[in-house]
């Protein structure tokens, strides 16, 4: 069939560059109207149901709301799990759907239900579903500031302080009161923006909602015999507004209204509450009026200052690209309007890290094209070729295009990678269908044209080339199954891998044929026409150096082949020989295998999205006053340091459903400047220590050490050295840096402080070490002079090397979290993105959780606990921490139901007057034109801001009596949950841990610790009560116990087609043994990249992961791609009459250039993913690991097809051959 669609295009060539022109048109549309984001959305299909009920417990929302809601949430098809959580003045419920099922229509069924439980809901309490925007849809986070502007030109804004460019006059500040920024943002800004198309919801955070307040005073109520409920009944009745329809006066209609909306302060102290004796008794008589902030349970903080701003949720399928590249267009609009000097000043911003991400994507595709075309010109020596390969890898690019278009496949950092890494492999069709042409071309063909020389040389190679596609497509097959945040991670990467190898199996069996009987000049050819005679030669003239040069590879590829393959096959032994050195080679890289342990194990390297989110925990008595002290101190500590651009803080929540924090929970954005920029301000280990040997001669000349016991000094002297001068320069320059003051290692100043460090450490290690120290101690003033003379002299030495070097991100990340440590204070650093998918898929922060489930939550929390103490025994757990969840301090009123009724009072008299005149209660909202706000009354602060107070808070009885609240209750202090957490209706708290993964990996740890605690937890569980582990491990497992299953029956699968294909068990054994082979050759490279400069992108071990069992899958197909065109070769010879031994040889030396050409192609279109620095380069930490095992493991099988699989057909094709023969 492969030979008849070569037949047909070759016939049709017109035909067939027409179709690809049009393919390419639509490659390039698609390409542009593809969504962009940085990577997949990992977060479960859930959805949110709101509900908030202001000034109530945690318990009663947890049973009054979020108790009947979740209950009536498990009826619906296809959910997995009801997840729920209550905390003061508000609830919320995750209900998380299967993946498969549509988010809309999941929406709806929710809504249905919403319904059915309303009727059950507390008086006020209307829920309400979150918005359509997933976990990560917080693309766009921005504050509302104070600025500066011109007064002749007002509608510009600046951010410093200066003078006007236009006019030259002083710019003048916008010194607007952060509850007018407030304003601000909730009525102007936040509707305008939610108007920019892809737009889900814009909540606001930070500053103060305006309110008008109403501080009632209780004894003048007495005095007046005023009721509280007279006072807001009155201030009710007094906002509103009326309609009367119309009145008709000269034959014009006139609109009736009755104002009557609060306007101002005055409105509302104006408002008659009661007439006493012809006497209007006024709320102004009865209390005072002013205006301050509502109640809020959220603030936000810019490096120390408080702010107010907004985040910006994406609609749910959306392009995040497109999303805030609409709303930053909004924000141009809107800022013209915006009152003088105001700016809407971005602080996160996902569209960076979407470029960043697709930038590098974009630099290592084209690199990866520059690198195959270079490799073709190299081994061919023809332009033509490379400009051939050159036209078909963009095509085949862009025919994966249409196909991520067709499925719906946004373009993000796995998608793309999918491309990126089947660069090589998709050169290899088009390599070895160019070769095989080129080959044929040059051969003597008399009587046939080109283009049926082109046809037969096509025909020759077209179907083992397509059944070699096959392979590696076939071999892919395992990432489909994956399933959960796995799937969704790298089912994007397989798609396109898929698509791009499909695009260039077609490509290679119609378009490369077709291109090639244009492109590629015929040798044997005889030109009649001068001219073209005269083109020829000038041509063959410019390519004769690159065609020399290709013959001069390929005969030193054939020599050096040679030799080693005529060893191989000499006779029995060596062939024994070959086979035994494989089995040791085998055999000693067993250690390296996941059993062993010696490379670490993770589930998947997090993406470098930039920036930080650093995310301390509060214990749950804290205030919202000392979170937010808190808060200011952190963030001015970390916005001091040097690789820090800006540090804006949230603590609580903003007013959106999707994001449900405590006050004692802060959400911290640490915007990280670009790496190339960060200041040198740490000491290299190596070039310091041959430092340390120059300052110890120089110290022993200037009689500052004995010379008798220089030569007593070792490499552990050095080393102690060198380790005590690290950590005393780090730590100035860190103190240094964080005080603004910039230094530059090429400025004498800081070299010579770094000479000083050392030279102050040689001389306190010698005097430690008694070696003989001429003065008493350092810091005699003649010590000190000289020691200040000898830096200042040995100081421009230093000017041609470089001693210092950046921190990197893991550093940094360190740093960051001590300088902010805080005695009580829970630090979690980690990044925007990531934190939205663990908090909103598990719950759980860290990649190990236990849930402990059971029904008091006191002896939940007690439970857990205990958990964490054993946990703290286990190798290679990190901070396990419990959840204390009922802290809290209460203030409980408990109602003596007999007293009240002694009184005549009922239980709802006083409850309203502990809800209203101790808690305070919005009554009403203004209508000021666009602008609503709360109108709330209470009692005056110096009446209820302590218990004693409270105490006497009166309460109105029948017949005028006022009773005392003490005497009708009993006030108790008690702790109390800070939040009550639930899953499917059963309540449950939360044990946190991280793991050393270098020490013990995520599932083998979770394997330790449940035997632990079933050995000595479980036992003395109360009945009712257990725990389940939960978190990041899940993932690994899910992803690890998939793999087991089908990774062998894919390998299988390929077996099997390698028999269809051959119908010899020898070939099929022959290349199928290239599989082990790469395996070993991956995990090799694995283990050396920590041995490979940070330069070169090394530095660290690549752990065992997802991720590179996703290599390792991408490479068993590669394997054996080689193998299969060799053994065709080898087949054919040998079935043609020619000696086994002869046809290996032969057959090798004819396929040696091809196969080393495709393995070239494959390794070098990885080395720019493999020389990519992860601390700088933007999506190398996701895309390495699955490039690594690819990398290595071709350069073993290339190894195994060039030698071992022809030795192994050599000695089981005559076994073979001898039993088909009986």
Known sequence: MINRIIEICMKNRLLVLVIFIFVTMAGWWALNRTPIDAMPDIGENQVIVFADWPGRSPRDIEDQVIYPLSITMLGIPDVKDVRSTSMFSFGYINIIFKDDV???????????????????????????????????????????????????????????PGTCPEDGEPLIASNLELHELRTLQDWTVRYYLASADGVSEVASVGGYVKQYQIDIDPNTLLAYNVPLSMVYNAVRGSNLDVGAKVIEEGGMEFLIRGLGFIKSIADIENIVVKEH??????????????????????ALDKAGIPATGGVVLMRYGDNPLRVIENVKAKIAELTPGLPSGVRIVPFYDRSHLIHRATDTLKET????????????????????????????LPMGVLLSFVGMRIIGLPSNIMSMGGIAIAIGVMVDAGIVMTENITRHLREPHAGESKLQVATRAAKEVGPPIFFAMLIVIVAFIPVFSLTGQAGKLFKPLAYTKTFAMLGAALIAISLVPVLASFLLPDPTRTRTSRISKIVARFFAILSWP????????????RTLYRPIIQLAVKNIWTKLAVVVLAVLIFAASIPLTPFYKNIGQEFMPPLNEGALLFMPVLLPGASITQAKDVMAKQDLIMNRFPEVALVVGKLGRATTATDPAPIG?????????????????????????????????????????SEEHVSHIGADFFRDIVTAAVKRFDTLATTYHNSYLSVDERESLYRIWFLRVLLEELLTEVRTAGMGLAHVKIGESETEVKLHQIAEE????????????????????????????????????????????????????????????????????EIAVRIEQELLKLDGAQGPYAERIGNKPYLEFHINREEAARYGIQIKTVQQIIMTAIGGMNLTYTVEGRERFPIRIRYMRELRDNIEALKRVLVPAPKGLHIPLEQLVTIERRPGPAKIASENTLLFSRVFCDVDVDTIGLVDFVTLAQKTLDEKIKPTLPQGYFYAFSGQYEAELEARNRLTIVVPVCIAAIFILLYLQFKSPSAMFSIFLAIPFAFIG???????????????????????????????????GIAVEDGIVLIEYLLERVRGGESIDDAVINAGLLRVRPIIMTTATTILALLPIMLAEISTTTGAELMKPIAVPTFGGMVSATMANLILAPVLFSLFYPVERWIRQR
Request: glycine share 8%.
């Open 277 to 298: 004796d012809g006497v209007p008794i006024y709320v102004k008589n009865l209390g005072t009026v002013s205006e301050g902030p509502d109640f809020r349970r959220g």
């Open 365 to 392: 595709l084209t690199e990866e094209i520059i690198v195959a075309a270079a490799v073709i010109l190299l081994f061919l020596g023809q332009v033509s070729s490379s400009l051939l390969i050159a036209l078909v």
């Open 1082 to 1116: 991956g995990m090799w490279m694995q283990w050396l990249m920590a041995y490979v400069p940070e330069a070169l992108g090394g530095g660290y071990a690549i752990k065992y992961s997802t991720a590179v069992w996703v290599g390792y899958i991408a490479l068993f």
């Open 794 to 861: 040995l100081e421009p030495t230093l000017k041609h090397k470089t001693y210092f070097r950046t921190k990197n991100r893991n550093e940094l990340i360190t740093e960051l979290t001590e300088a902010t440590r805080i005695p009580g204070v829970s630090p979690i650093m980690t990044q925007p993105i990531r934190n939205r998918v663990d908090m909103l898929a598990t719950g759980i922060q860290t990649p190990i959780g236990i849930k402990v489930f059971g029904k008091d939550l006191a002896q939940i929390e």
């Open 665 to 705: 929970m802060f959400e911290t954005i640490v915007n990280i400047i670009d790496p190339a920029e960060w200041p040198r301000r740490a000491i290299k280990r190596d070039s310091t220590a041959e430092l340390v040997s120059v300052l110890v001669q120089r110290l022993a000349r200037d009689g500052l050490i």
């Open 102 to 160: 549509d988010f809309y229509w999941a929406r709806t069924r929710v809504l249905e239900r919403m319904n059915l439980a309303q009727k059950d809901m507390p008086e006020g309490v209307v829920p309400v579903l979150g918005p359509d925007a997933t976990g990560v849809g917080q693309v766009f986070w921005y504050t509302v500031e104070n600025g500066y502007y011109c007064p002749n030109h007002p509608t510009e804004r600046y951010a410093e």
């Open 546 to 557: 690159l065609r020399k040069l290709a013959d001069g590879i390929t005969w030193v590829l």
